[in-house]
């Protein structure tokens, strides 16, 4: 009922709130994904009592709001500024990020990256909420906290994982500091040089894919060691070697959704948009049911001008996130 945004459902469900109802978390992103006026005033109100699981799910399911966008985000922006339990607030943030709203990530920016409001959870939920909005404006802010030797590691790492996924060139030269003043064996050094090269420039890659290689011939059989080795492959701008490697998870297991994802990644990013949406489909098919990051991903791009993109991404409930020109006019009106 959720995937096909059945209004004439939101009473029925609305009435099952308050029941014993086993799929409960499923009942809210239905209503969510539905996104009528009145199943967003039923999530907020839930939300809004900031007790336990329940709240989080609501809140969760704002998130997954696409009809009535402009009350949910005003919902979130107002949840946001209340205080409470980590978990709440981290899945508060992350309902921003998959909005896009450009007023609460701002005050996610400054809150929990200029500022370093909040414990290491909800600091990295507000770098991932920005990386999934594709939010550049954040850039500077990312640099920030990727390069404060005294920040906690997973964040610096998840800072560096966010500049790559927003391939933006005003990256570079930050990423490039950072990699030059980082002990060699150091894995945010392979993390930054991964980044460099989904901004554009691959020539750090060269040693990620040495340790990649060298854990595969350690472990050939892992499919982590595979997924990180095409990974590497596809950064350092060698396709054929990314596919290859792809391929062969995809020998252990036809269905590996990750795999025809990556796949599909490294066609796109090859300009092969034809195959790159074949393996695209495919990865849907198995599993790979990801609408908002498929349209934030920068990997996915040069598969956004194709109109059966655009109706894959429907097809799952979503829609095309707005380009930074779109976002720029809402944030002044």
């Not at 906290?145 to 060139?169: K, Q």
């Amino acid at each position: 009922l959720g995937l096909v945004g059945a209004p004439s459902a939101v009473p029925v469900l609305v009435a099952q709130l308050d029941e014993p109802f086993v799929g409960r978390e499923e009942l809210l992103t239905a209503l969510g994904r539905i996104g009528t006026v009145e199943a967003v005033g039923a999530l907020a109100e839930i939300a809004a009592s900031r007790r336990g699981e329940r709240a989080i799910e609501a809140t969760h399911a704002l998130g997954e709001v696409r009809r009535a966008h402009g009350p949910a985000a005003e919902i979130l922006r107002k949840l946001l500024e209340l205080s409470g339990d980590g978990n709440l607030l981290a899945a508060t943030i992350e309902a921003c990020g998959r909005h896009g709203d450009p007023h609460a990530l701002g005050a996610i920016r400054t809150r929990f990256l200029d500022e370093g409001e909040g414990i290491t959870e909800v600091r990295k939920a507000a770098i991932a909420a920005i990386a999934r909005a594709g939010d550049r404006r954040a850039i500077p802010s990312l640099v920030k906290v990727a390069s404060h030797r005294a920040t906690d590691a997973e964040l610096r790492s998840e800072a560096i994982s966010a500049l790559g996924s927003l391939g933006d060139p005003a990256a570079m030269g930050p990423l490039r500091a950072l990699i030059k003043s980082t002990r060699a064996r150091d894995k945010l050094r392979a993390e930054a040089a991964q980044a460099l090269a989904r901004c554009g420039d691959p020539s750090g890659t060269a040693e990620a894919i040495r340790k990649s290689e060298a854990a595969f011939i350690q472990n050939p059989l892992s499919s982590f060691n595979l997924n990180t080795l095409g990974i590497d492959y596809l950064y350092a701008r060698s396709a054929p070697r990314a596919v290859a490697t792809f391929r062969r998870m995809l020998r252990g297991s036809a269905s590996d959704n990750v795999a025809l994802y990556n796949v599909a990644c490294t066609f796109s990013v090859t300009g092969d948009t034809i195959r790159g949406m074949r393996y695209l489909w495919r990865s849907v098919r198995a599993g790979f049911r990801d609408p908002d990051y498929m349209g934030i991903d920068a990997d996915m791009h040069p598969l956004r001008p194709e109109r059966r993109f655009h109706v894959l991404l429907r097809e799952l409930g979503a829609e095309i996130p707005p380009t930074e020109v779109e976002r720029a006019a809402a944030e002044k009106r």
